[in-house]
T-cell receptor
Framework: DADVTQTPRNRITKTGKRIMLECSQTKGHDRMYWYRQDPGLGLRLIYYSFDVKDINKGEISDGYSVSRQAQAKFSLSLESAIPNQTALYFC?????????????FGDGTRLSIL | SQQGEEDPQALSIQEGENATMNCSYKTSINNLQWYRQNSGRGLVHLILIRSNEREKHSGRLRVTLDTSKKSSSLLITASRAADTASYFCATSTVGANSKLTFGKGITLSVRP
């Protein structure tokens, strides 16, 4: 089983709909992240959380919200989806040693908003 | 904003050749990391080099870091078709508390 699991893997929806992307991990990491990947732009950080009671905005948080339901679960919501939120979304985790831990990624959710 | 910028954007080589990919960054770092992404998959961590290290090896991978030039290189020796993927550098900057900033990536194609 994958250490970092994202659901769904693919989603097509319409403008204005509310969407939730879910991420769960079995690595026991405290730190979790949400990124979006667009062609030619690399990965950009949306939100991150260092423990269950900690939520921080990343580079591009507008239009998104998150919930850290438990150490192992971190969900990303689009309250009212718009077409320019069409992208590949990744969840990642890392350990707590400050600054020097690699991140572990799920396989992504491909989201298309019509 | 992009902290790391990889060069070249795309690279095509023959199996058995070496592949060299470069990354430049702008601000002081705690560490620099290289990741690989196969088509349709998540990123996989390859190697991490700390700001006080100059060179690191892992199997066929060799990473160098020159903090005076704010640059790093990733060398893959004796490339294989299975090395075909996108490669990203990511920097953890001083004070960023484990957040990473990714470059746009390099597409490597290894021809059999």
């Amino acid at each position: 089983d994958a250490d970092v699991t994202q659901t769904p893997r693919n989603r097509i929806t319409k403008t204005g709909k509310r969407i939730m992307l879910e991420c769960s991990q079995t690595k026991g990491h405290d730190r979790m992240y949400w990124y979006r990947q667009d062609p030619g732009l690399g990965l950009r950080l949306i939100y991150y959380s260092f423990d269950v009671k900690d939520i921080n905005k990343g580079e591009i948080s507008d239009g998104y919200s998150v919930s850290r339901q438990a150490q192992a679960k971190f969900s990303l919501s689009l309250e009212s989806a718009i077409p320019n939120q069409t992208a590949l979304y990744f969840c990642a985790t890392s350990g707590t040693v400050k600054g020097n831990q690699p991140q572990h990624f799920g396989d992504g959710t491909r989201l298309s908003i019509l | 904003s992009q902290q790391g910028e990889e060069d070249p954007q795309a690279l095509s080589i023959q199996e058995g050749e070496n592949a060299t990919m470069n990354c430049s960054y702008k601000t002081s770092i705690n560490n620099l990391q290289w990741y690989r992404q196969n088509s349709g998959r998540g990123l996989v961590h390859l190697i991490l080099i700390r700001s006080n290290e100059r060179e690191k090896h892992s199997g066929r991978l060799r990473v160098t870091l020159d903090t005076s030039k704010k640059s790093s290189s990733l060398l893959i020796t004796a490339s294989r078709a299975a090395d075909t993927a996108s490669y990203f550098c990511a920097t953890s900057t001083v004070g960023a508390n484990s957040k990473l900033t990714f470059g746009k990536g390099i597409t490597l194609s290894v021809r059999p």
